[in-house]
């Protein structure tokens, strides 16, 4: 479904993925882990096209994500606060992103009332985005990437700045999402998480793939001493 060919991202003399050849195939539930710097949110970007490979091609469905938007109608993401709009409401911002892949205001309702456990009474506040917490930013940003009932959903650090039970209803729901044939894509550095949830792990270090492997009931203890000893 997502493939790399002979991919490089080079930023100035300082080299941020080499990956020669990677296929992520449809229903496939992928994690990406490293250290800091490793590329993980390069790679993500890089499949968003938010960022041009130096050299390679990225493909979607067969199809070079950089000579077509057809990909993002099928695409839910959240990388970053970036991706929000810090003028808006959470439900302006909601009802935008929601207009963008036809969901009436019926649908955006159904859609909170069914997620209502995962999000506080902020989200229907008056507040501006730009004044929530990063708790709650980042609740908006991944409601936004699951609203469109995407086919692909791609997700840097989700759990991050998310209290207990937020993280254990979205671990929850991104399972739910796998069982039912969502391909997924998620960065984090909570290797438990992950392995719970990751049908796949992708281990980057410096740019390259070091570890690609099937999660096992030893993946969490294997990667984490992988990571003890760097």
Not at 110 to 119: G, P
């Amino acid at each position: 479904m997502v493939d790399f060919k002979n991919i490089t991202k080079v930023y100035g003399n300082i080299p941020a993925l080499s990956v020669e050849s990677l296929t992520i195939h449809e229903h496939d539930c992928v994690g990406i882990v490293g250290n800091n710097g490793a590329g993980k949110t390069t790679m993500l970007s890089l499949i968003l096209d938010l960022i041009k490979p130096t050299t390679g091609l990225v493909y979607s469905k067969g199809v070079p994500v950089s000579t077509t938007d057809k990909w993002k109608y099928y695409t839910g993401s959240y990388l970053n606060e970036g991706f929000l709009l810090p003028f808006l409401t959470p439900m302006e911002f909601l009802e935008l992103t929601g207009g963008l892949y036809c969901k009436n205001l019926s649908d955006l309702d159904c859609f909170l009332t069914e997620n209502k456990h995962f999000y506080t009474d902020d989200i229907r506040s008056k507040k501006f985005i730009r004044s929530l917490s990063s708790g709650n930013k980042n609740k908006i940003g991944i409601l936004s990437a699951l609203l469109p009932s995407p086919e692909i959903v791609i997700l840097d650090e989700p759990f991050a700045n998310l209290d207990p039970g937020s993280q254990s209803w979205l671990k929850e729901k991104l399972g739910n999402l796998h069982n039912s044939g969502t391909t997924m894509i998620i960065s984090s550095h909570d290797l438990l998480h992950i392995t719970e949830i990751c049908s796949r792990i992708i281990v980057l270090e410096d740019g390259r793939i070091v570890m690609d492997t099937i999660t096992k009931a030893e993946t969490y203890n294997e990667l984490e001493s992988y990571f003890r000893r760097k």
